[in-house]
């Protein structure tokens, strides 16, 4: 076939590009209908829009080693796509890209007890891998809130947390391999079922890297024996201040809670009102303290939070006396962010990581953003390991709120590096954080970033437009302006 000229555009390519990739899958499997294509526009960041040029499901590796090799070929962009459930844009199409879905992806292929670790395909979900094994006591770690949805592949991609990555890790520290795609179709296995491998660290490089070095295409991870005993402890303040001070002494005293959660009085009533959760609606902060190990040592935990609790001013405490209402306490937890959308249309949730003893700081100069704003913010978040969500509360349809509310969290993200944090814990850059880059690295920091990319995507086609202010050649790599540069997006699609 006569290779296209440098000038043609995708879309002048699409009718042959079509036929090329069913021949390459079953027919079935290339989404062209303009109506289908619109589940695609977005992932879970739904303030922006883009229809992709089509979608391919692949089903098995073979087949997305053979349609990336022809993407590279017919210089294509890739866009690879889990669940969708990603909150920073990462799987945000392109109008001349195809989306790879890996929604076909869900089998559970090994589950190996005596290593205890699980081999899985990108689209199973979270939850299921700890469904699939806890007949034998054993559980996946990790747990997102969306985790009856947010796949496997996607967690990869974003390095996802939990609640309990506290204790447990995030999805890094739970991973032991990877089948990965490279663009020229390449088929890559890093790690295996043993703990350590030697050479480079490529298996972590590769966890967090946002679908721009690859396609994951099966996953080896951790499974952990459930706990012998675990409870639960609601307690209550007068502010977030006092709740803030809590964190950082239970810390200090060398507890590390299976989880540590915070939810102010915004977060706590919607909550409450959407699942019964059993929630104190007369206090302003609410914290989440899981322990879990041996009864006895549970028992004593419990009291030393306890006492640590009163000392920093706890309003109500109340200890899970059942696994049954543990579980609905975490049930609330879960709920937050489809709950606060019951008392708002359209949500902003933010991510950004600081330091535990900033906390209280932040949280007070969060509260002043919100009255120079003129915007709500709910705010629900691992506050173990200083991983916030605030929740900026807006009306798309009201003129301004939008833009109301991206400032908004661009002034949270500085103010997450200013006091000694970072950009993103778990949801990752992709498109939202994109342009806040240069205020974490320098243009030294983003070059060296940049030339990793290069190594595994020479001609940028995976998932281009994300995480970089600034794409360029690989061939052109020198300075970059990180700041008001041309953006890879002129504009940004909103909905």
């Not at 692949?58 to 022809?70: K, Q, W």
């Not at 080896?220 to 303040?237: D, H, K, N, Q, Y």
Request: charged content about 25%; aromatic content about 6%.
């Amino acid at each position: 076939m006569r290779m296209p000229a440098p000038e043609e555009s995708a879309f002048a390519q699409r009718e042959a590009l079509v036929d090329e990739l069913r021949a390459l899958t079953r027919p079935e499997n290339v989404v062209v209908d303009e109506t289908a294509l619109r589940a695609y526009e977005s992932d879970g960041l739904t303030a922006y829009r883009q229809r992709p040029l089509l979608v391919v499901l692949p089903e098995t590796t073979a087949e997305v080693s053979a349609i990336l090799a022809l993407c590279d070929r017919r210089g294509i962009k890739v866009v690879p796509r889990g669940a969708g459930t990603s909150l920073s844009g990462g799987a945000l199409p392109l109008a001349d890209g195809i989306i790879l879905g890996l929604g076909k992806f869900k089998q559970i292929l090994e589950v190996d007890y005596p290593n205890r670790v699980a081999c899985v395909q990108p689209g199973v979900t979270n939850l299921a891998i700890t469904q699939a094994v806890e007949a034998e006591g054993f559980y996946y770690a990790p747990d997102p809130s969306s985790q009856i949805a947010c796949t496997i592949g996607g967690n990869v991609a974003e390095n996802s947390g939990g609640v309990h990555c506290l204790k447990y890790g995030l999805t890094t520290n739970n991973i032991l391999g990877l089948e990965v795609v490279l663009m020229n179709g390449e088929v890559l296995r890093l790690g295996g079922k043993h703990l350590d491998s030697e050479g480079y660290d490529l298996l972590g490089l590769l966890t967090g890297s946002e679908g721009l070095l690859g396609v994951i295409t099966e996953v080896t991870v951790r499974i952990l024996r459930r706990p012998e005993t675990a409870a639960a402890l609601l307690i209550g303040f007068p502010s977030n201040e006092d709740a803030a001070e809590c964190v950082g002494r239970i810390i200090a005293g060398g507890i590390i809670p299976g989880g540590l959660e915070m939810m102010d009085r915004d977060a706590i009533h919607a909550a409450e009102a959407f699942c019964n959760a059993g929630y104190p609606l007369d206090v302003e902060s609410l914290l989440i303290v899981e322990l879990d190990g041996p009864a006895i040592e549970v028992e004593h935990l419990t009291e030393t939070v306890r006492d640590i609790a009163e000392a920093c001013g706890a309003a109500s405490l109340r200890v899970s006396g059942s696994e049954e209402e543990r579980l609905r306490f975490w049930a609330g937890r879960k709920a937050a962010f489809p709950a606060v959308g019951r008392i708002s249309p359209d949500y902003y949730c933010m991510d950004g990581t600081i330091p535990r003893r900033q906390l209280p700081l932040v949280l007070k100069r969060m509260a002043e953003m919100s009255t120079k704003y003129g915007l709500r913010v709910a705010n629900v978040f691992h506050a173990g390991d200083g991983n916030l969500h605030p929740l900026i509360l807006y009306d798309a349809n009201q003129a301004d709120e939008l833009e109301r509310a991206e400032a908004f969290g661009a002034e949270i993200l500085k103010l997450c590096v200013e006091v000694g944090g970072v950009l993103t814990g778990e949801h990752g850059v992709g498109v939202e954080k994109r342009d806040l880059m240069g205020e974490m690295f320098t243009e030294t920091d983003l070059d060296q970033q940049m030339r990793v990319k290069c190594a595994f995507d020479p001609e940028s086609r995976l998932n281009p437009g994300k995480v970089f202010p600034q794409l360029r050649r690989c061939a052109e790599l020198g300075r970059m302006h990180v700041s008001g540069g041309q953006l890879p997006f002129p504009e940004l699609p909103r909905f």
